[in-house]
């Protein structure tokens, strides 16, 4: 008895344990949860796309990207530099702001030599003009030739000037293109001269304004330099005051002399081609004295 019943429980535990097994294979297949490792891997989904959030965000703000040097070449500036040398000579110096010009395409405007015996030095003033992107690389090649005593640049920006004479010069072109549309239709002879007069004066303001826009752009694409020179080595001064002196008066003597000698000259010039003029003169005297004698002389007694 025990036997028979100890072989009807043993099947009924493995069918119970294999009824246990079903049903936990069961929960298992059913999406009921996830696993630990699931449970991370999403996670980390949700996190990174909470950190990509703000910035797809911040990428849809900044559609359109402003590029790091927009403000720097919207910004037209007319430049202008001062710089003043003291070098050792003056020629020298000359032939290397000349190569200077050569090498950075650059021009010379004016020079003014200032050499006078009343001063101690000589010195030399130039306005150049080389081209804005070489200003620096060219104010430097002229620190190098001599000892700086002054430099300074000054910038003024004109990029509201030129937006606004870029405008002015549109509008008068579609001004122009419609005062022409107007002249090619048929009308009074009254009517098209006072469309051409229209005309006339829309040109005018154009090449006005086209000349001011060349004149501002030409500005800034050229900057100048006011560059000043003076020479260390001092003017020779007259070694022997005397000497000079002597000179001075022999020069002012012999400058007398020549002048009186072609003012002698000029009026014996003149007294030659007056000269009939004087003999008629001298003669009709001549003439007149003797007859005047003759008159009061005493008349001689007769026999």
């Known amino acids: 008895m025990r036997l028979s019943s ?20 069961g929960c298992s297949g059913a999406p009921t949860g996830l696993s630990s490792d699931e449970m991370a891997t999403q996670e980390l989904d949700v996190a990174a796309s909470a950190e990509s959030a703000p910035a797809e965000i911040t990428n849809g703000d900044r559609s359109t990207p402003i590029p790091p040097n927009t403000f ?46 009343n001063q101690d030095y000589r ?20 620190r190098n030739l001599g000892s700086v005593e002054t430099q300074s640049i000054s910038a003024e920006d004109v990029s509201t000037q030129l937006v606004d004479l870029q405008a002015r010069v549109r509008n008068m072109r579609k001004s122009e293109e419609s005062l022409l549309a107007i002249m090619e239709r048929s009308g009074s002879i009254t009517e098209v001269l006072e469309v ?41 001064s007259p070694s022997d005051p005397v000497g000079e002196t002597l000179g001075q008066t022999w020069q002012t003597a012999s400058s007398s002399m020549r002048a009186l000698s072609v003012a002698l000259l000029q009026l014996s010039l003149w007294l030659l081609v007056f000269s009939p003029y004087l003999g008629i003169l001298v003669l009709s005297g001549w003439a007149g004295r003797r007859y005047w004698q003759r008159q009061r002389s005493p008349k001689t007694p007769a026999n």
């Open 196 to 236: 051409s007069r229209e005309l006339s004066t829309v040109r005018e303001a154009i090449e006005r304004h086209e000349a001011q826009l060349k004149n501002l752009q030409d500005r800034v694409a050229y900057s100048t330099i006011s560059l000043t020179l003076i020479s260390r080595q001092a003017l020779e």
């Open 123 to 142: 010195q030399m003033s130039l306005q150049l003009r080389v081209p804005q992107t070489h200003l620096e690389a060219a104010l430097e090649a002229l």
């Open 72 to 117: 720097q070449s919207s910004t037209k500036l007319i430049k202008h530099a001062t710089l003043q040398l003291k070098i050792d000579d003056m020629d020298v110096a000359i032939a290397a702001v000349s190569d200077i010009l050569t090498q950075y395409q650059g021009d010379l405007l004016q020079l003014a030599d200032t050499d006078s015996q």
């Open 6 to 25: 100890r072989f009807v429980k043993l099947p009924l535990a493995w069918g119970i344990g294999l009824l246990s097994m079903a049903v936990l294979v």
